[in-house]
C-alpha cells in the first residue's frame, strides 16, 4: 500500500507498472456526477458513469425515457490521487467529490480502489444502456454466490463473472465488491465456462 501526507492509504500502488493511475470508486453529494464528469471532461481525465434508461414523468401525458445516472451519487475516476485531491481543494465544480474507503481493510482509513482489469470487465457490462443488464441493490441479490464463469461468446465475450440469483432467477453478475454490481439479463448456458475463484 501507498499513503499520502494525511496518512490515507491507497487500495493498491500502480507505480510499479509504469502506470501511476488507478480507478477511484467517487461519491459526489446532491446527485452533480454529470456536472462533474462534464468537467473531467474537460480537462481530459478518464472518468466513467454508469448510465440507464428510465421513464420520466410516468403519470402524466409527458412521459418519456431520459439517459440518467444507474447509481445515484457514484463516478468512477482513472487518475492519481495527488490529482484528484488537488483538483477538490482547488476546482470548485469537483470539490463535491468524496473518496469511498474500504471498510474490509486491515489499516484504517484505505481508499477504495478498482484494478484496471476489474474495471475494464465491469465497464464491458456496466456500459450497455438497454434491457440486457440490470443494475443491483443489496436487495436484488438473493443467496450466496455460485460459480465464477467466463462468458465465451456472444455479446459479452470474455466477461468474468459469478452466478447469482436475481429476482428468482439465476444470472452473471459482476460485481465491484462494496462498490456497484450489474447483472446480465440473459446469457445462454452454453455461453458459460466455469473458472477458478482466482482467474475472476
Not at 444507474?70 to 468524496?98: D, G, M
Not at 465491469?122 to 443467496?143: C, K, P, Q, Y
Amino acid at each position: 500500500m501507498i499513503a499520502d501526507k494525511d496518512g490515507i492509504s491507497l487500495g493498491h500502488d500502480t507505480t510499479v507498472c509504469g502506470d501511476p493511475k488507478i480507478w477511484f470508486p467517487m461519491r459526489v453529494t446532491y446527485s452533480r456526477e454529470l456536472k462533474i464528469k462534464a468537467e473531467l471532461d474537460r480537462l481530459k481525465i478518464e472518468s466513467f458513469i454508469p448510465m440507464t434508461y428510465k421513464l420520466m414523468d410516468a403519470d402524466t401525458d409527458h412521459s418519456h425515457c431520459e439517459l440518467v445516472p444507474a447509481i445515484n451519487n457514484l463516478i468512477f475516476i482513472h487518475s492519481t490521487q495527488e490529482r484528484i485531491s488537488y483538483l477538490k481543494h482547488k476546482n470548485e465544480v469537483l470539490e463535491p467529490l468524496r473518496y469511498m474507503v474500504d471498510q474490509t481493510a486491515q489499516k484504517a482509513h484505505t481508499i477504495m480502489t478498482v484494478r484496471d482489469r476489474e474495471m475494464e470487465n465491469f465497464m464491458r457490462v456496466a456500459s450497455m444502456t438497454d434491457n440486457s443488464v440490470m443494475f443491483l441493490n443489496d436487495e436484488s441479490v438473493i443467496g450466496k454466490e455460485g460459480k465464477h464463469v467466463q462468458i465465451i461468446d456472444g455479446v459479452f465475450e470474455g466477461v468474468k463473472g459469478v452466478i447469482r440469483r436475481v429476482k428468482r432467477c439465476k444470472r452473471v453478475v459482476v460485481e465491484l465488491k462494496g462498490i456497484a454490481g450489474v447483472a446480465i439479463a440473459y446469457v445462454p448456458a452454453v455461453f458459460l465456462k466455469e473458472i477458478e475463484r482466482s482467474e475472476h
